[in-house]
């Protein structure tokens, strides 16, 4: 089955902590993203990568970091500087030619 | 102003009415449409999208394009129960990264049975 995964599903931090989400998909997409939510509001983007070894900023990557070594895989690190890290984080892909978005089921993070 | 506006909720419809669901946008370069549905606590999931001017449809879901206008609308026929959920419009624009969308915060809409 092609998809998206997303791990862990439910990560707890400690204030100080650095915690690492891990997305990777075998859709053979191109374009992968991360989204943060917090309750009843809608998606806000932190970074996206449209080719490995390239990645851009959204509009909230403060206090975040990513990688993108294989085209499969996009981490999203969730360093100490992020302040006020608790919510629902969501990695999605598409192939460039496709512009449909397709999400992996999220982590749901909460800071301790 | 946002970029891409949904009307506030939450809507509140009777099982079997029509449901409609509006979005506005501000980039005139916007060139695809998208509607999301979302199950609390769940990740969204594709229901429509739509490019062209005028109107898809899709089962019990129509989705209408007005660029003249800058809006988008999702009507939902005979709803049910089971179409209670957060809906996320989202936009993609000529002037950005072709694949990357815009979202809107949402309407949550539930069907009363």
């Known amino acids: 089955d092609g998809g998206i995964t997303q791990s862990p599903k439910y990560l707890f931090r400690k204030e100080g902590q650095n915690v690492t989400l891990s997305c990777e998909q075998n859709l053979n997409h191109d374009a992968m993203y991360w989204y943060r939510q917090d309750p009843g509001q809608g998606l806000r983007l932190i970074y996206y990568?449209?080719?490995?070894?390239?990645?851009q900023k959204g509009d909230i990557a403060e206090g975040y970091s990513v990688s993108r070594e294989k085209k499969e895989s996009f981490p999203l690190t969730v360093t100490s500087a992020q302040k006020n890290p608790t919510a629902f984080y969501l990695c999605a892909s598409n192939g460039l030619a496709n512009n449909e978005q397709f999400f992996g089921p999220g982590t749901r993070l909460t800071v301790l | 102003q946002k970029e891409v506006e949904q009307n506030s909720g939450p809507l509140s419809v009777p099982e079997g009415a029509i449901a409609s669901l509006n979005c506005t946008y501000s980039?005139?370069?916007?060139?695809?449409f998208f509607w999301y549905r979302q199950y609390s606590g769940k990740s969204p999931e594709l229901i429509m999208f739509?490019?062209?001017?005028g109107d898809k449809e899709d089962g019990r879901f129509t989705a209408q394009l007005n660029k003249a206008s800058q809006y988008v609308s999702l009507l939902i026929r005979d709803s049910q129960p089971s179409d209670s959920a957060t809906y996320l419009c989202a936009v993609n624009s000529l002037n950005t990264n072709a694949g990357k969308s815009t979202f809107g915060d949402g309407t949550t809409l539930t069907v009363k049975p």
């Open positions: 990568s449209q080719i490995v070894n390239d990645f």
């Open positions: 739509i490019y062209s001017n």
């Open positions: 980039d005139r370069g916007s060139q695809s």
